[in-house]
């Protein structure tokens, strides 16, 4: 993701109490005990909420799909859900950014959800009797039509980022609309990010194929966002899940589009440089939708007038600098709207982004009143943010309600950041750089420089 100014266009479980029998309760015979239980309360609740990562083989560092190791960890999984670190989902609102929707597929537990747990273990976490676990979700992308997989491997080599691009081709015979992407790292431990870019057919494309091949890596360090003829598909994290839009929204894919995929390596060491051939899985339709979209960023402002003045500025004009050692460091940036078509476009979907350093992020919109004023509305806030959780946040509102911009409104990022050894992540970033202490961090693609990026997805046709 290239530093770039804005540019535009483009389960309730309940508390599960059983009835009180007369006499003594027999040994797991759910029907006469009192509290929760594992296997009728607890476990659909874990499965529904937690088992898709932590499950075996699962990406989460344990496993709770059994009552003998969910028991002993209950005290640690109730206070990782009432301190709101897991299940991972950092949009949340704040007094100064609280956006008027709620999201899709929250993730949360709701406070009755968090009660049960907090009863389970206050009536002995009892198991019950046995039954079947339900199955967790699927984090994979349902019915997908088109994949395309890197036909040569690539391996990185030394301890330094490298950027690698691979031209795929999903074999697109027709006019298409994208409604699912999905990105599965070949090697996740050295796969810092992906960007996907559609590439259309034409000469651009030919000369591309010509100089790298079909499925072959090469260095893209240069520009591969600005391609002539491209448009962006999706991007992936860690943390990531499948982009799924909403039924009545797809991005237009022309017949003879091949996908661009830039790779941000991030070696970790001789034992993690293995091969890496990431795959690309796309759902497109045949059937045109009744609204498209597109995707575009706001923010990493490195210069004024659209990068604000902040405490890192040593010479008076405002620079993107977070100082060694700064704990509490912000860079805030504003970008007025000019020059977009007529009416409003209609923002479905946020995906906030920062790289090890960041702690905060919001952004929000300003709206010209016509008596003078404004009216400023928040349209996503991130107040803790988790490098390894990074996901896309779709608003729970129908297309009519969703929040718009305009010509004459104005997008604010503001985005805080921990460059100290208190930040666990800071931590991280230098020993895998080979640093004992923190160094000024500036706006840049490699790991130890920073980003403060909003990305949305936009209903692409102005509603009244």
């Not at 899985?281 to 009744?290: A, D, M, V």
Request: overall charge negative; glycine content about 10%.
């Amino acid at each position: 993701m290239r530093p770039s100014t804005v540019a535009i266009f483009i389960i309730s479980v309940g508390a599960g109490l059983g009835a009180a029998g007369c006499g003594e309760p027999e040994d797991g015979d759910d029907d006469v005990v009192t509290g929760p239980t594992w296997y009728r309360d607890v476990a659909p609740l874990l499965a529904e909420h937690c088992m898709t990562c932590h499950s075996d083989g699962g990406i989460a560092p344990f496993s709770m799909e059994s009552y003998e190791v969910a028991a002993p960890a209950a005290a640690m999984m109730l206070e990782a859900v009432e301190s709101g670190a897991m299940p991972p989902w950092d949009a949340e609102s704040a007094d100064d950014c609280s956006p008027r929707h709620a999201w899709k597929d929250d993730m949360r537990l709701s406070a009755s959800e968090i009660q049960l747990l907090r009863d389970w273990i206050a009536t002995g976490k009892q198991e019950g009797t046995a039954a079947e676990i339900p199955e967790p979700p699927s984090l994979a992308l349902d019915r997908v039509s088109h994949t395309a997989t890197p036909s040569t491997p690539y391996t990185t080599t030394g301890s330094a980022d490298e950027f690698i691009c691979f031209i795929l081709d999903p074999g697109v015979t027709r006019l298409s609309w994208l409604t699912g992407v999905e990105v599965v790292p070949g090697n996740p431990k050295v796969v810092h990010h992906v960007v996907l870019v559609g590439y259309r057919a034409g000469a651009a494309l030919d000369a591309d194929i010509a100089a790298n091949g079909i499925g072959r890596p090469f260095e893209c360090n240069g520009g591969v966002l600005t391609r002539e003829d491209t448009f962006l598909m999706g991007v992936w994290t860690p943390g990531s899940q499948p982009f799924e839009t909403p039924g009545d929204l797809g991005l237009p894919v022309p017949a003879g589009t091949k996908v661009l995929m830039q790779m941000h390596y991030h070696p970790g060491g001789a034992t993690t440089n293995l091969p890496d051939a990431s795959t690309v899985n796309l759902r497109l339709e045949t059937s045109r939708p009744i609204n498209t979209y597109t995707i575009t960023a706001v923010g990493n402002a490195a210069t004024t007038p659209t990068l604000l003045s902040g405490p890192g500025d040593r010479t008076g004009t405002p620079e993107f600098r977070i100082p060694a050692g700064a704990t509490n460091h912000v860079e805030s940036m504003r970008f007025p709207l000019s020059g977009l078509p007529a009416g409003k476009f209609r923002l479905f979907a946020a995906y906030p982004h920062m790289h090890y350093i960041g702690v905060e992020l919001s952004v929000q919109v300003e709206h010209p009143l016509n008596g003078g004023g404004v009216d400023r509305e928040c349209l996503v806030n991130v107040p803790r943010w988790n490098f390894d959780w990074q996901r896309t946040y779709q608003y729970d509102a129908p297309i009519a309600a969703l929040p718009a911009i305009s010509n004459g409104d104005t997008l604010i990022v503001r985005c805080s950041y921990d460059n100290s050894l208190a930040n666990p992540f800071v931590r991280r970033a230098l020993e895998e750089a080979g640093l004992v202490e923190p160094i000024d961090v500036r706006l840049g693609e490699e790991s130890l420089d920073e980003m403060c990026l909003g990305i949305f997805g936009i209903v692409v046709e102005p509603t009244p």
